[in-house]
């Protein structure tokens, strides 16, 4: 038989034999968890190790839920990310139960959902441990923008458990950006916060196309613990008709060292009509 036949077939064989040996999460460059199909569905990630973090962008409307302890990452993080355009369908992240996730900050957050067309977006945290390291990062952040007026959009975080740190920005906030419209709401119910700043709901740079735009937090369990700012709610720019509170009714924020605990933010240009309310019981 001829040799150099022979030592190709092995080389081959052997290669073979490595790429199959290779853990499947690894395989993928983006949409590590599958592919998604189009129009509105759901994806569970599946147990694994993820190096470079998960990564689903141009979405048309994607449930992901991380619902294993076994799912960690410990660089890239977390980004559901949708394209500019028409889709209405809401992307979603449900971090119900997970590992650890650390972040130097893809797209700006340890996890983060970013809604560009019309849809709203939502983070809701159970279970697990993140932690961002780098930069302006948050842990959790969720973003709406758009420069057409849409009503009914809302951009939501909801921390039901868990523990989330940030270094040196907000481990939770959630944002209007630009002319987009909706609302911007941070639930805390449950689990730990630490870092430099604690909470954030805030509509940023709006036009008199963002007609009310409320942006508010509502606590009624869990800690912060933060060196800055415990709880804030933000508006700037020019918005009529805002509306901004911050209710808590239960659990515990601790400033170790700031001059602010919680309040209410307004960089108005315009404030006819706009309402502003702090709530603690």
Do not use: W
Not at 17 to 36: K, M, R, Y
Not at 215 to 241: E, K, N, Y
Not at 243 to 263: E, N, R
Request: hydrophobic residues 40%.
């Amino acid at each position: 038989m001829d040799t150099k036949k022979t030592r190709r077939l092995a080389s081959m064989f052997a290669a073979g034999i490595t790429l199959l040996s290779l853990p499947l999460n690894q395989a993928f460059a983006v949409d590590e968890c599958g592919a998604e199909a189009a129009g509105a569905d759901i994806i569970n990630c599946p147990a694994g190790a993820y190096g470079s973090g998960i990564t689903y962008t141009n979405s048309d409307g994607l449930t992901l839920n991380l619902n294993d302890a076994g799912i960690s990452s410990a660089a890239g993080g977390v980004l559901l990310q949708s394209a500019s355009g028409i889709n209405t369908n809401e992307l979603r992240i449900n971090a119900i139960n997970f590992g650890s996730i650390v972040s130097n900050g893809v797209g700006g957050a340890a996890v983060r959902v970013f809604a560009r067309a019309q849809e709203s977006a939502t983070i809701q945290m159970d279970a697990g441990t993140i932690t961002a390291t780098g930069g302006s990062y948050s842990g959790l952040r969720v973003d709406l923008t758009n420069n057409i007026a849409i009503p009914g959009r809302q951009a939501r975080v909801i921390l039901n458990g868990g523990a989330v740190s940030s270094a040196l920005t907000y481990a939770i906030g959630t944002q209007i950006n630009g002319d987009a419209d909706g609302s911007s709401l941070v639930e805390m119910h449950g689990g730990a916060i630490t870092g430099r700043h604690g909470v954030r709901a805030a509509i940023l740079g709006a036009s008199p196309n963002s007609k009310v735009s409320p942006a508010t937090v509502l606590m009624d369990g869990g800690s912060i613990l933060t060196s800055s700012i415990g709880i804030q709610t933000r508006h700037s720019g020019t918005l009529p008709a805002a509306t901004s509170s911050i209710t808590v009714t239960g659990g515990a924020t601790t400033v170790t060292s700031g001059t602010v605990g919680i309040f209410v933010n307004s960089e108005l240009m315009v404030k006819t009509g706009a309402f502003f309310q702090l709530r603690i019981m």
